[in-house]
C-alpha cells in the first residue's frame, strides 16, 4: 500500500488521528497514519512515576525531540521550551489528559454576535483593541450529535440536566459521576452557601466498567473502572479507565486491515500538485532517509504548533503557496490562544483534603462565570471560565503551593509541607482568552529540530481582556475558597497559559481564516486540519470534547466524498 | 552526615557540602532531615542521568559557596554554625555572591533537588524506607483507594513500586 496511493494520510495518529484512523478505515478506506513517536506499551505509560511523568518530563521520548522556541512578544529574546503537549506518541496527548470532558455551551461559538454585535462588550465597557474575534461558522446544535458520539464510544461519566447552563441534549451521559471526594464536598457546599450552581465534571474516566452497546461501535473493549490511584495528570492510566484512543478506537482500526501506521517518522512536507491539490506527504523514516507517500486526502491531526510549521514550511516557490499552504489570508499561524489559568488554595486546620486521592477530573464546577452567564455591566472585561476542584498531586509536585509568608525551605517548611500537605486544595479556574493577532506560531530563523527543520516560534502574551479577566476570576475563586471553611486562602492571579488553540481557525470568510466549518482549508480541496488549532475563539473549558466532536464530523463529511474514492 | 554510598559524579568535598546544605534545606529535627532521606545520594545519581548537563553547575556552584563562606566568614562552609549556614544560603538564594553570577538559579534548582529527593519515588535514590512520604501522610504508588477518606488520615502501610526492574524482568 504505501507504494501505491493511499485514500487518506493521517499525519499525526494522537487522540483525533485515531479517532479519525477507525471512522475512516471502517468504511473501507485505505488509511495510512505518521506518528511522529512510538507506539507505547503499557510500562511506558502507566507507571505511577511523579518524576518521569511530572518532574523531568522533558527527559520523556516523546517531548524532547520537538520543543518550540518561545517569547513574549516580536523582537524579544526567545527560549526553548520542551511541551508536553504536543505528545509525541501513538494515541497522543488524549494518553495523559486529565479527562475533563466539557461540551461547549451554545453561545461559545458566537462571540462576535454575541458580544460584539449585542453591545454586550460596550455595556462592560470592554477594550477589544487590537483583538480579532469572528463567530465560529457553525454552532452547537451541529456538533451535538458529535459530543454524544464521543461520550458514548469513549465512556464519559457524567450528569445531564446538572448544569443549568449547559446546552440542550439528545441523550444523558452513558456512566454516573466519579466518587465524591473531600475536595468535592467543600465546594459542593461552599458553592450552596455563595447560590451559585455546582454540578459533576464530566469525566472521561469510567466510573464503572464500560463497553459501548448499540447504537454506538461495538468494537470497542470493555474497559474497568477508576481505581481512584490519583495517577492522572500527565499520567498514562494503569487500568485502562481513561478514555484515550490508544486502546479505545486505535485497535478496532488496526481490526479493519485498512490502517498502515508508520511510527517513528517524520512528515517534514506537505506536497502540491499542479493543479493546487495536496497529492501526499514526504517523510524522514526512523533512520532518517526521506520517502514520499501519495494519497487522495490529507488530514492534519498534529495540534496548534506542527499545523501551522508544516503549513509554513511546505510552502512553494511562487504562485499562490509561496507564503505557505493554504495560507492565501496570511492567517495561518495567527491568534494563537491559551487558557491563562489561575489558582485559589486554601489550607485547612480542622479538616483532612487527601488531595492525592482520585482523578482530578472527579471534581465539582461551576459555570456561574462562565462565558456570558453573568452580568458584566461595567466590569471592563468579557467572557469568563469555568471554575472547578483539581487534582492536588503527590508530595513531589506540590512544593510551590505556599502561602505567602511561608518559606521554602528551612524548619519553617518543614513544619508547614509535614503537617499541611493532606490539608491544601485548588480551586482551578480556566479563563478564556481572545484571539490576538501578535499571538502567534511561525518558523523560527534560528533554532532546528534534529531533522534540520525550523522549531516552530510561539509568540504569545495575555493582552488586556485577559489580565482582566484573570485577576477577576482568581477573586471569585478566592471568595468560594474562603467560605468552605480554609484557616488560609491565597490566590496566582496572573495566569498561566495551558491548553493551546487557534493558529488555523475556522470561518466563513476565506479572507480570514484558513478552514471552512468542514475543517477542509479554504484554499485546498483535499487537505483538512482538525484539532484545537481551527478554534476562532476559545471558551473557558478544555478543548477535548469539541476537538473530538470535530474529527467524528469531519470523518463523516470526508466518507460522503465518495467521488474523490473512486 | 549519614554514611553514603560511594557517589558517582560528586566529589567526597561535594558530598559533604551539599549534604550540610541539604540539612538546612530540609533539616532534620525531631524527625528526619534530607540526609538522612537520602537527598545527596538522589543528586549524585540524577547528575550521573537524567541531569547530566547540570553536573558543572554543581561543582561551581558548590566551590562558589564555600568561597562565599571563606570571605564572609573566614571559615569552610563546613566549619560555620547553622545560623551562618543559613545566611550563606540566603545570600546564594538572592543571586549575591559576587563571584558567581548564577547564584540566584543554582538556589532554586539545589532547593528542588533536595525536596526531590526527600519525596521522589525511591526507585530514584531518595526517599529512603519512603520515610519522605510516611512525614507527609502519602501512603505512596497505591494501587488505588478503595475509601474516600474523606477528613480521614490514610492509615495504609506506604508502598513503592520499581519499575525499572519490573521492566528489565
New interface residues.
Given amino acids: 500500500m504505501a507504494e501505491g496511493i493511499a485514500d487518506v494520510i493521517i499525519v499525526g495518529v494522537g487522540g483525533l488521528g485515531g479517532i479519525l484512523a477507525k471512522e475512516l478505515s471502517s468504511a473501507g478506506l485505505k488509511v495510512v497514519g505518521f506518528e511522529r513517536g512510538p507506539a507505547p506499551k503499557q510500562?511506558d505509560y502507566a507507571?505511577?512515576?511523579?518524576?518521569r511523568f511530572l518532574?523531568?518530563p522533558e527527559?520523556l521520548d516523546w517531548v524532547r525531540h520537538e520543543p518550540t522556541t518561545t517569547r513574549r512578544k516580536s523582537g524579544d529574546k526567545t527560549n526553548v521550551q520542551y511541551r508536553t503537549s504536543p505528545l509525541n506518541v501513538l494515541g497522543g496527548a488524549l494518553l495523559h489528559w486529565t479527562g475533563q470532558s466539557s461540551r461547549y455551551m451554545p453561545g461559545d461559538f458566537k462571540l462576535y454576535s454575541n458580544e460584539i454585535a449585542s453591545g454586550n462588550a460596550e455595556r462592560a465597557k470592554a477594550d477589544l483593541t487590537g483583538y480579532d474575534i469572528i463567530d465560529w461558522p457553525l454552532g452547537y446544535d451541529d456538533l451535538e450529535p458529535y459530543y454524544e458520539k464521543f461520550e458514548w464510544e469513549f465512556g464519559v461519566s457524567g450528569q445531564a440536566g446538572a448544569n443549568p447552563f449547559a446546552g440542550p441534549r439528545q441523550r444523558g451521559f452513558p456512566l454516573p459521576p466519579l466518587?465524591?471526594?473531600?475536595r468535592m464536598?467543600l465546594f459542593t457546599e461552599a458553592c450552596q452557601k455563595l447560590g451559585y450552581h455546582p454540578y459533576d465534571t464530566s469525566a472521561g474516566i469510567a466510573s464503572a466498567p464500560y463497553k459501548p452497546a448499540a447504537p454506538f461501535d461495538t468494537r470497542i473493549a470493555e474497559r474497568p473502572a477508576?481505581?481512584?490511584?490519583?495517577?492522572c495528570n500527565f499520567y498514562g492510566c494503569?487500568?485502562h479507565a481513561k478514555s484515550a484512543s490508544l486502546y479505545i478506537t486505535i485497535p478496532v482500526a488496526f481490526q479493519t486491515g485498512n490502517f498502515e501506521l508508520k511510527t517513528n517518522t517524520k512528515v517534514f512536507r506537505l506536497n502540491v500538485d499542479g493543479s493546487g491539490q495536496v497529492n501526499g506527504v514526504s517523510y524522514f523514516d526512523p533512520d532518517g532517509t526521506a520517502h514520499e507517500q501519495h494519497a487522495r486526502v490529507v488530514i492534519l491531526s498534529a495540534f496548534v504548533f506542527e499545523h501551522a510549521r508544516l503549513l509554513l514550511i511546505s510552502k512553494t516557490g511562487k504562485g499562490r503557496f509561496a507564503k505557505g499552504l493554504a495560507n492565501s489570508s496570511g492567517y495561518v499561524g495567527r491568534n494563537i490562544m491559551a487558557h491563562g489559568d489561575v489558582r485559589a488554595m486554601g489550607v485547612f486546620d480542622d479538616?483532612?483534603i487527601?488531595g492525592?486521592?482520585?482523578p482530578g477530573s472527579a471534581a465539582m464546577r461551576i459555570d456561574d462565570f462562565n462565558g456570558n452567564n453573568f452580568d458584566h455591566s461595567d466590569l471592563g472585561f468579557i467572557r469568563g471560565g469555568t471554575i472547578g476542584t483539581s487534582g492536588e498531586g503527590?508530595?513531589?509536585t506540590r512544593?510551590d503551593v505556599l502561602p505567602p509568608g511561608v518559606p521554602?525551605?528551612?524548619?519553617a517548611?518543614?513544619e508547614f509541607?509535614?503537617r499541611y500537605?493532606?490539608r491544601t486544595m485548588d480551586l482551578n479556574m480556566q479563563p478564556e482568552t481572545l484571539p490576538h493577532p501578535d499571538n502567534r506560531v511561525d518558523l523560527d530563523p534560528r533554532h532546528r529540530d534534529r531533522w534540520g527543520l525550523p522549531l516552530p516560534r510561539v509568540t504569545f502574551e495575555f493582552h488586556q481582556n485577559e489580565q482582566r479577566l484573570q485577576k477577576y476570576m482568581a477573586g471569585v475563586g478566592e471568595r468560594i475558597m474562603k467560605a468552605t471553611g480554609a484557616s488560609r486562602v491565597w490566590t496566582e492571579a496572573k495566569g498561566r497559559p495551558n491548553r493551546w488553540a487557534g493558529g488555523t481557525r475556522m470561518g466563513a470568510d476565506a479572507k480570514n481564516s484558513v478552514v471552512n466549518d468542514q475543517c477542509q482549508t479554504h484554499d485546498i480541496e483535499n487537505l483538512f486540519i482538525v484539532g484545537s488549532s481551527v478554534f476562532p475563539t476559545m471558551a473557558g473549558y478544555p478543548p477535548t470534547a469539541t476537538v473530538a466532536a470535530l474529527s467524528y464530523r469531519l470523518a463523516e463529511f470526508i466518507l460522503k466524498q465518495k467521488q474523490w474514492f473512486k | 552526615m549519614a554514611k553514603s554510598k560511594k557517589l558517582q559524579v560528586l566529589t567526597h568535598e561535594e558530598g559533604l557540602i551539599l549534604a550540610a546544605i541539604a540539612d538546612r534545606i530540609f533539616p532534620k529535627t525531631d524527625t528526619p532531615g534530607a540526609v538522612e532521606i537520602g537527598a545527596v545520594n538522589y543528586i549524585d545519581v540524577a547528575l550521573a542521568g537524567d541531569y547530566a548537563a547540570l553536573a558543572p553547575l554543581y561543582s561551581q556552584g558548590l566551590r562558589a559557596i564555600n568561597r562565599y563562606a571563606r570571605s564572609e566568614f573566614h571559615k569552610t562552609f563546613l566549619q560555620l554554625t547553622e545560623a551562618e549556614k543559613e545566611a550563606v544560603l540566603r545570600a546564594c538564594e538572592a543571586g549575591a555572591l559576587a563571584s558567581f553570577k548564577p547564584a540566584a538559579e543554582f538556589f532554586e534548582t539545589l532547593r528542588y533537588h533536595v525536596l526531590e529527593g526527600v519525596f521522589c519515588e525511591p526507585q530514584y535514590g531518595g526517599n529512603k524506607d519512603m520515610t519522605g512520604w510516611r512525614l507527609v501522610d502519602f501512603p505512596g504508588q497505591q494501587f488505588g483507594y478503595a475509601d474516600a477518606y474523606i477528613d480521614k488520615r490514610v492509615d495504609l502501610e506506604p508502598i513503592s513500586v520499581d519499575y525499572r526492574k519490573a521492566e528489565e524482568k
Avoid: M
Fill in positions: 510500562e507507571p505511577r512515576d511523579s518524576i518532574i523531568r527527559q466518587r465524591h471526594s473531600a464536598k477508576c481505581v481512584y490511584c490519583g495517577h494503569h487500568v479538616f483532612i487527601n492525592f486521592i482520585g503527590t508530595p513531589v512544593l521554602s525551605w528551612g524548619k517548611f518543614k509541607y509535614t500537605y493532606t
